[in-house]
């Protein structure tokens, strides 16, 4: 009822809004050509699509017609955003390549495929003048964006400026489910090559718009299948997108940092290739459209302050124009905070140019729904005074209404301001080259002598594909550095109240001298924004006004990738003699010497698995204890090739960077075998986003794998038969939830090729989506390892072996404050001997998200021991403190000597008191074997934000937990995320690679 009244208030409003945005259309130069001709069809169908006039603005109410070039309905069958409407990719593209035939105002660009070998483009549009003088102005942009071109002149850069027209480039649908980008940039394309508006010509012949409509090809393509499949099944229950990309999901727009996709990699191409001012990235998750570029703080640390107000300009002027066209529902301050530079968006941010995003409202699909929002979308707040309606009929046509009035309102006004922003551009890039002399550094340096070349090598080749510069010393050179602080305390259960440095006034400073072959980063280049951000450290103060983090807030890249990096602030670092690098960086590689056996040295570079794999038939052999040959000193470890070529392992090892040594006589060591590990990576039909790194991992150190499911593995009574090591990444969902699967209600949800969904199944497959590992599963994967199997989890599957019974010894603690948002975090060394660890060093910044936090213990269940030993304060009695109280009228009896103690990350020892009948008492074989353990709470946090931190400190931090003959290693850390964490993949290369000699170098209590 009260639903109709509103409506009614609506109507009037509709008409005040018609009338005030036809004058208010004029008034802001939209007005349209009045001599260009409608296309009076697809208008028409536009009004239909669209469920309330006040969802639509003077901008996109119409299409102009044009006899040569054709509408989205040449390809679509109907107008874009039509219900029941959702093209391919391969459609979206055959559209843009009838616009590039029929008018020379639109040219295609191939920029790369997708990990399944789709394409992906980029389509230009802009006057056939414009085309004309693509690349001589490239050349004038390129000398904007690097001003060391013309001397760092201002005068040069104006005359540039001036001649220069500038590139905003839009991408479309990274995130598959948001799925109306590319209806709306067809039309927007055609609009900007066809209609004839004052605005639109002057954007038109005065910038260009570079669009890719489709960013994630694999993922859309997916989800159309899935769309088609609910079409086909109008009154069933549909298959949720499990896979968006090949890899990940949502998080492929969290890439922009480790450059590990290639859509990532594709995008940053195109828009530094084509040295464009703007990257607008285009989403669906809001209602009606936010802005979220100005969002909220706190800001990331290393922009150009320009930047963040050019964001506040553009986004404002969004919000203000569709106020005046009443589209309700337009803001853009909001949650999001604007920290992490991981945002595909994020490229233009931290090279030079604006980063723009918009959240419009989809339907994840084509259906036209009633949608209903929550409290704190419709209410309004001061930021948005025109908020969305509590309930509306929302169409695709709607959608992409928003996002096109919305791009023409900032192209129109990017475009009008187009000196400023381009001057904007010459300067932030200016701003960048002069970085050393004003806020620094001068350079990072990667020691020439750091033990993990191929670590060092792999982090700076993702520099390179930043578009940074690299420079390699050619002589050894010393530099002025602030004083060191002495290493922090290590042992202790007491937190490190001293933490904060003594407040002495002048910082000491002392001389470092770097090697011949340090690589170094210069910060007197275009791009050593994004070289900063992602070397530096960060800090979130737990005391933030923002207080609901939007994603990690810590990934300082030398700490996580396990490579030396030094922040240099000393100017007279970029007098060192030095060579610009040409060509990707590449570690050393290749045999020296003579002989027929082959050592490797252990020191965690991820290509050492590669090389194990890549000599698949070769004899590998681990020294379990630190040698010396020939003066050379090998870890814990190290390899012992032999009944290999010395031209294969030279070829082998060249191709991965590691040096090899080849000797006649094998050292006398105590040695295991290092097999070619079967491995399996699991998965659930829930979510596979984030074990999805895991795979990228293992496909790019070249690991081959099965990949298997929970219902695979509950076919399998026998596991072992195939596998030695089974993965299961995190993410997979909780214990109960890996179980059950989905709820069995419903229809059945296939997932898999079929003619209605070619591009579902692939490489993985099942006829229903909802059952899950079930008990029998749960069986079958216990015995695999109770066999010999190894079983690695992380996160929330470590907590799935622990609390599923695998790992009798271990416990999880409730978390009660930490706060570990996405956290660099330190870990120390407990057990260097095993395997797992070898080549690793004394400590190991690694990434955390929120624990678990482990508790070992000898019995099964947990419990046992007494903790800080019998040392606790004596009762009242005879004599001082430190005295002991003596009973009167015996002769004193003997104190027995106090229990002995135990660290957090120790199982407590068991006394004899309670060791009678203990029936739980672990053996020593089985017990927990405890690696590494988290850091001190002083010391615990390197980047990111860190409350109540400890909770965790001194915890365990991997386990090694034996079952029968098998073994479950257990992270309560992600060793692999994001393509940033590449300096703890080795923990799990090293189990993988060790996996059948996990108990090497054990020491086994006494009882
Ligand atoms: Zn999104």
Known sequence: ???????????????????????????????????????????????????????????????????????????????????????????????????????????????????????????????????AKLEENKARLAKLADPRTISMNDAEADKLVEQSFPIYYITGTIHSPETGAPTALMELAYRLAVDESPYIKSIRDNMVTLITPVVEVDGRNRMVDVYKWHLAHPNENYPNLIYWGHYVAHDNNRDAMGLSLKLTRNVLNTYVGWKAQVLHDLHESVAYLYDNTVGDGPYNAWLDPILTDEWQMIGWKNVSEMTKFGMPGVFTHGTFDTWSPGYLMFIAATHNGISRLYETFGNAGADTLTRTTSPDEYQRTWYKQNPPLPRAKWSQRNNNNYEQTAILISLDYFNKNQKLFLKNFYLKSKRSVEKPKTEGPAAYVFPGDDPRPGNQAALLRVLQGQACEIHRATAPFTVTMKKRPAPRTTGGNRPNASASPSPSRTPETEQRTFPAGSYIVRMDQPYSRIADALLDYQYWSPR??????????????????????????????????????????????????AGTTFLVNANADNNLVSLRYKLRKATFDAAEEPFEVAGKKFNRGSFIIRNALIDEVNKATSELGIQSWAVAQAPTVKTHAVKAARVAIMHTWLSTQDEGWWRLAFDQMGVPFDYISTQDVAKDADLNKKYDVIVFGPGGGSPNAVIQGRPMYGNPLPWKKTELTPNLGGFASTDDMRPGLGWTGLMNLQNFVKNGGVYIGSDESAEFAVSMGFTPGVSIQPRTRLRAIGDVLKTRMVDANSPIAYGYGDTLSVYCFQGPIFNVSNVVGGGGGRRGGGGGQRTTGRGTADDPDVVQGRPPAEVPEPPPTSEIWEAAPILDEQRRNLIGLIPPAQRPRVILRWGNAGELLISGLLDGGDELAQHAAIIDSPLDRGHVVLFSLNPIWRGQTSGSYSLVFNTILNFDNLNAGRKLDDK
């Open 1 to 131: 009822m009260s639903l109709k009244r509103i409506s009614s208030v609506f109507v009037a409003g509709m008409l005040f809004t018609i009338f005030a945005a036809a004058s208010i259309q004029a008034q802001n130069g939209y007005a349209r050509d009045a001599s260009q001709t409608v296309d009076q069809e697809y208008t028409k169908k536009i009004g239909e699509y669209t469920t309330e006039k006040f969802f639509n603005s003077p901008l996109t109410d119409y299409l102009p017609a044009s006899p040569n070039v054709p509408t989205p309905q040449a390809v679509l069958g109907d107008v874009a955003g039509a219900p029941g409407k959702l093209p391919y990719a391969e459609e979206v593209y055959r559209y843009m390549r009838m616009l590039e035939k029929a008018t020379p105002r639109v040219k295609v660009f191939s920029i790369g495929t997708t990990e399944e070998g789709r394409e992906m483009i980029a389509v230009a549009v802009a006057s056939e003048a414009l085309m």
């Open 544 to 593: 933030d006004p923002q207080q609901s983090v939007y994603d990690d807030t810590g990934w300082t890249f030398g700490e996580l990738g396990n490579v030396q990096v030094v922040r240099v602030t000393d100017v007279k670092a970029l007098d060192a003699a030095m060579d610009r690098v040409n060509g990707e960086v590449r570690s050393p590689g290749g045999v020296t010497g």
